[in-house]
């Protein structure tokens, strides 16, 4: 196993004594082993994202080449913000897996 020195500063250190104290770790290795994992998680996460907005944006701009839009007003625009904003706090349908973007179809089709 890889050995490395760290600078903490006095709050970081602070956290890995009271986390080794409270028995929730062992020692000051596991809360930074601990750290890291949450760290690449997250980090996958991110990824995960990103990859579903290239997606999203590569498929919009492949509808506009292919002339698959439509033309909105004013009015039908605020409705259309409000509908985004509504399908934004519901839980994700389940077709939403594996980064995969469900389409949102709005005017005649």
Do not use: C, F, W
């Not at 062992?26 to 907005?53: C, I």
């Not at 009015?75 to 706090?89: H, K, V, Y």
């Amino acid at each position: 196993m890889a050995t490395r020195n760290v600078v903490l500063t006095d709050h970081m250190d602070q956290i890995i004594n009271d986390l080794v104290v409270s028995s929730r770790y062992q020692n000051a290795s596991e809360v930074m082993h601990e750290g890291l994992r949450l760290l690449e998680q997250r980090e996958a996460e991110e990824l995960t994202k990103l990859d579903a907005l290239r997606h999203a944006t590569s498929s919009g701009l492949m509808d506009l080449e292919r002339g698959h839009v439509i033309e909105i007003g004013g009015d039908q625009l605020g409705e259309l913000l409000a509908d985004i904003g509504e399908r934004a706090t519901l839980p994700p349908p389940k077709t939403a897996e594996h980064g995969e973007v469900p389409s949102l179809s709005y005017g005649p089709q």
